[in-house]
């Protein structure tokens, strides 16, 4: 492997960022880390702090040990790497350098890491290089034994067929005897079966199967969604089973639904992303981090997926509100919104304009060009312009300027407090709002105000 | 998506399948015919295929009318918007302080909990971080408001001043949200309430007004007119609920003038206990009123200069019997349990009566030396404490001076009382500058283990005097080997209280110094760390004000 001498792999003159207290509160993976994130953004806390043109961020935190944690920063990434044996990401202490960074002009002053600082920026620099330059002549890319791969694969596709059919039977059971006795027979049957999903290696199965146990429980009309639900699911047994008639693009999709890990192909787009939101959801034992982007150029909205086991929270973490310099890999498939970070290039700098956006009208028929090339989306990114949150009988809504037509918030975000925030923003004037828009509602992420000329945009929050 | 409008099915007829022909069946019996199960209800058009074939048929038929209707959604009719949030001309927070903002909210939400450490508390900065703000006129962040009605709703007494930062746009957002209502109602809100040289529209809202809002008005017209609002109160004196009443005659407490005398005196005579009670009260607190001069009367006959020997000494006949007359100017006639009643009924006639008939009724002398002399037959305490209430009624200063007496005089053995609730309030009606050296001294001579409630009664931030007596107070217990938690309540105060400029000076003290001898095991890296705490807080109060006055530092 090739290292750099790692000294400016990033473009020189680049300012260093420098995150707002909101923007690194929202990298922080729970309430207890903002807490205590924030207790360490004060100066009493560090010592020998500094930051440096490349993005690097680095101190000393006094912990209750008798060494001080190293905590350092790379926000170009952004990258963390503390000392201390956290299992957050980024722990405390790399939120609370962040947060004094943000908020004392004295207590981090410029300078050049030390030593042990250097060492982990150069090495990650270096890998992060390597691993942006395409794959040279030594086969990296293809898997060292492809017709083992191969037979793996088929093995694979064969066990998924034989549970996707014995869900069939299930399903076909269910609507034989009746909706009804969904009711009562509760949500035993339907782990079970996920629990057979499982073992036929289809995990997208299994989610669906797990979700539907939930239907009956979820209220009135239980019956309709659950009809829904298990049609959707009939469906996408039914597409699994003569994918090989699919076209090609939307074979894809039903191999990610179904669960088949996807890698991304093609070559990256380069562009200036917004980061939109950032939002994480528990899913079993498993947190999955979903970050939005739009990029300038391109138009794309564009997601990434990240992952975290057992407790840990995903690796991927990109403030809110800036803007980064990044070629990004599509995933095949579902519109090819899921895509992979690649080489960044600069250091992330505050958003200038909020993305065009559409009417809630243009929105919505948006979504429903979405359901033809992957009928099982529950929604589509949009970005609403000149809507005003209305209440109404049944919750909010999103109504246009004009008074006219409107997107009701979806439940789920009905119950959450920065709703209040979004109307707050408002005051009861138009703005434009980032969000998730399906069959549920329009789910808001992200608003920008009109703001007046020359005034910076900000980017509020949602989630 | 219920809500939203779902366009006419229009399906394509003609095909030959059985799922085809039912995918123009209408949605609701598809969910029907899955409700009961397709063998006992199978839909229509889907005979002939088996037992198995009629269910999947349905359910080929449930998903292409799942994504059709999905796909074929088109936007729901608005609701009618609500109005546009007031203007607020204020200027907007400077960027670092609105960074700021953030952080102590965000504090605030993730709650409280855990050790200290040496970290400073946030939550604990709120308060004066929002004084600040509204003494620079700031309007708040339109993305924090949420966060502030909350914080405002969980403290009672951060209420006012966050309703203050929230401005119109804050009371515009509380109407749309039930659990922010508090906000309506505790909206002082000068901005809701009618000019007082507009008679009609005050008229208006003082005979249609909710409660609290009246309270405001009446406040408000009184602060404008105290004639007028006296009018006010007159026309619906007569029908007004007891509890209200006594709210009313209680907010003549502020700007309490011999004007009012007429109205109370009438009062005297009210259905309720409380209200004569409180009338009395405010009457006696007006030293030229007529219940004033009935109340020294009594006073006066009971407590007089000792006649026998050569020193001189005060006597005291408690009264025998608690009169009609008495009764009817507040003298409560049945003591408390534990309590002798002609000492109840004496300390009550005390308290009410004007301090300035003492002077003549001893021989000219003065509050100290009144004070100063012995009390005949054990009745000292009584008196002595009726003194105090008087004087913190009345905000006499020098009787609360004299009842005070020297801050070095142990308290137990001081002249007014031992209490130092009470000695709190005596406090209070010193000058400021007089109370910060009086409790500096008290510090020095006697510690910290009694000063907090003193402590507490002395303007913010601490006056040099009184800031180096804590210090060393603390620095001297520390060196006494005790544990800091001993004297957290002061030194929560001292982070709060302590001029920020002391941070510099008080540096030397975060150094762990050699353990003494006689300290209690570890002691002494908990000071450390209780100082540094103390130290990065007053640091962080610096930053924060020079964030707010837009000026950074260094």
Redesign the interface.
């Known amino acids: 492997m090739l290292l750099t001498d790692g000294g400016e792999p990033l473009g020189a003159a680049a300012s260093a960022a420098r995150w707002t207290v909101e923007q690194v509160l929202a990298l922080a993976p729970d309430d207890a880390s903002r807490k205590a994130g924030n207790k360490l953004g004060a100066a009493g806390s560090w010592s020998d702090t500094g930051w440096d043109g490349t993005g690097a961020v680095w101190g000393l935190c006094k912990g209750s040990g008798s060494k001080p944690y190293r905590t350092v920063v790379d926000t170009t990434g952004p990258a963390y790497k503390c000392s201390c044996p956290s299992r957050k990401f980024p722990c405390k202490h790399a939120l609370g350098l962040l947060l004094l960074r943000a908020a004392d002009d004295v207590a981090v002053p410029a300078g050049s890491p030390p030593d042990w600082a250097r060492e982990w920026l150069d090495g990650r620099r270096a890998r992060a290089e390597a691993k942006a330059r395409p794959a040279g002549g030594e086969g990296a890319g293809g898997p060292a034994d492809p017709e083992a791969a191969r037979k793996r694969a088929e093995k694979r596709a064969e066990r998924i067929g034989g549970g996707a059919r014995e869900l069939e039977q299930r399903l076909t059971d269910l609507l034989r005897g009746g909706l009804a006795a969904a009711e009562q027979s509760g949500y035993g049957l339907w782990e079970e079966t996920a629990a057979r999903m499982v073992d036929a290696q289809a995990p997208g199965l299994a989610g669906r199967v797990r979700e539907l146990g939930a239907v009956p429980a979820s209220g009135p009309g239980w019956p309709v969604r659950l009809l829904e639900e298990c049609a959707l699911l009939h469906l996408l047994d039914s597409a699994w089973l003569g994918r090989d008639r699919l076209p090609p693009a939307l074979a894809a999709t039903v191999r990610t639904r179904v669960g088949l890990p996807a890698s991304p192909e093609g070559p990256p787009v380069r562009d200036r992303w917004l980061v939109l939101a950032q939002y994480d959801t528990p899913e079993g034992k498993i947190v999955t981090r979903r970050i939005w982007l739009y990029g300038e150029e391109s138009g794309r909205t564009a997601l990434l997926l990240s992952f975290g086991a057992a407790g840990r929270s995903p690796a991927q973490a990109l403030p809110v509100g800036v803007t980064i310099d990044a070629g990004l890999t599509p995933h095949p498939g579902s519109g090819q919104l899921r895509a992979e970070l690649g080489e960044r290039f600069g250091v992330p700098e505050p958003a200038v304009t909020p993305p065009p956006g559409v009417t809630a009208a243009e929105a919505i028929a948006a979504y429903g060009r979405a359901l033809g090339d992957d009928p099982w989306a529950e929604s589509w990114p949009v970005t609403l312009r000149d809507v005003i949150p209305v209440p109404s009988p049944d919750g909010w809504q999103l109504v246009d300027a004009e008074g006219r037509e409107a997107l009701p918030v979806a439940p789920a975000a009905l119950n959450r407090p920065s709703l209040w925030k979004l109307v707050a923003v408002s005051g009861g004037a138009p703005l434009t709002v980032f969000g998730e828009c399906g069959h549920r509602g329009f789910d808001p992420l992200a608003a920008w105000t009109a703001g007046g000329t020359g005034a910076p945009v900000e980017t509020v929050t949602l989630i | 998506?219920?809500?939203?409008t779902t366009p006419a099915a229009t399906p394509t007829a003609g095909a030959a399948t059985a799922s085809d022909a039912l995918a123009s069946v209408p949605w609701e019996e598809?969910?029907t015919s899955?409700?009961?199960?397709?063998?006992?209800r199978p839909p229509e058009g889907a005979s002939g295929t088996g037992?198995?074939g009629?269910?999947?048929a349905?359910?080929?038929a449930?998903?292409l009318?799942?994504?059709r209707?999905?796909?074929?959604?088109?936007?729901?009719?608005?609701?009618?918007?609500?109005?546009?949030?007031p203007d607020d001309p204020r200027p907007p927070l400077p960027e670092?302080a609105?960074?700021?903002l953030?952080?102590l909210l965000?504090?605030r939400?993730?709650?409280s909990g855990g050790r200290r450490?040496?970290?400073?508390d946030?939550t604990e900065l709120i308060p004066q971080w929002l004084a600040t703000a509204n003494v620079h006129g700031y309007r708040a962040p339109?993305?924090a408001?949420?966060a502030l009605l909350?914080a405002a709703r969980a403290r009672t007494d951060l209420r006012p001043q966050t309703l203050e930062f929230a401005g119109p746009?804050g009371l515009?957002?509380a109407g749309?949200?039930p659990e922010w209502k508090f906000a309506l109602r505790g909206a002082s809100g000068s901005a809701l309430l009618p000019s007082p040289d507009d008679p009609e529209a005050v008229r208006r809202l003082w005979e249609e007004g909710l409660f609290a809002e009246r309270i405001a008005l009446l406040g408000a017209v009184r602060a404008h007119d105290a004639e007028a609002a006296r009018a006010l109160l007159a026309t619906t004196w007569k029908t007004e609920r007891a509890e209200d009443r006594l709210m009313f005659v209680d907010s003549l407490r502020t700007g309490l003038s011999a004007a009012d005398e007429e109205f109370l005196e009438r009062a005297l005579a009210d259905r309720s206990r409380n209200v004569r009670a409180t009338a009395a009260e405010l009457l006696s607190a007006l030293p030229g009123s007529a219940l004033a001069r009935r109340m020294a009367d009594r006073a006066l006959s009971c407590v007089s200069p000792g006649l026998t020997g050569d020193a001189p000494f005060v006597a005291v006949e408690a009264p025998h019997e608690c009169d009609e007359a008495m009764q009817r100017d507040g003298v409560v006639p049945l003591p408390p349990s534990g309590r002798g009643e002609r000492s109840w009924w004496l300390g009550q006639l005390v308290e009410a009566t004007p301090l300035s008939v003492w002077p003549a009724r001893f021989g000219g002398r003065g509050a100290a030396e009144i004070v100063g002399l012995p009390v005949a037959d054990g009745w000292g305490e009584e008196l002595h404490a009726a003194w105090c209430r008087a004087a913190v009624r009345q905000r006499d200063a020098a009787w609360a001076r004299a009842l005070l007496g020297p801050p070095s005089t142990p308290p137990s053995n001081g002249p007014g009382t031992a209490s130092l609730a009470e000695r709190a309030k005596l406090l209070a009606v010193l000058p400021p500058a007089e109370r910060a050296v009086w409790v500096a001294d008290f510090v020095a001579a006697h510690g910290l283990s009694e000063a907090f409630q003193l402590l507490g009664v002395c303007p913010v931030p601490w006056a040099p005097p009184l800031g180096r007596a804590v210090v060393d107070a603390l620095d001297i217990a520390r060196d006494a080997g005790s544990y800091p938690w001993s004297f957290s309540g002061v030194m929560g105060l001292a982070e709060r209280c302590l001029d920020p400029a002391e941070a510099a000076r008080l540096e030397v003290l975060t150094t762990t110094p050699a353990e003494p001898e006689d300290a209690s095991p570890g002691a002494n890296g908990y000071w450390t760390e209780a100082f540094?705490?103390l130290?990065?807080t007053l640091?962080?109060r610096a930053?924060m004000d020079s964030e707010l006055s837009g000026v950074?530092?260094?």
């Open positions: 998506m219920s809500r939203t598809l969910v899955a409700l009961l199960g397709t063998d006992r037992p198995d009629a269910a999947a349905l359910l080929d449930a998903a009318h799942t994504v209707r999905r796909a074929g959604l088109l936007p729901a009719a608005a609701s009618p918007r609500p109005a546009v949030a670092a609105r960074g700021r953030a952080q965000a504090d939400a993730a709650g450490g040496a970290a400073p946030l339109d993305s408001l949420p909350d746009r515009w957002l749309l949200n540094q705490r130290v990065s640091r962080l930053t950074p530092m260094g």
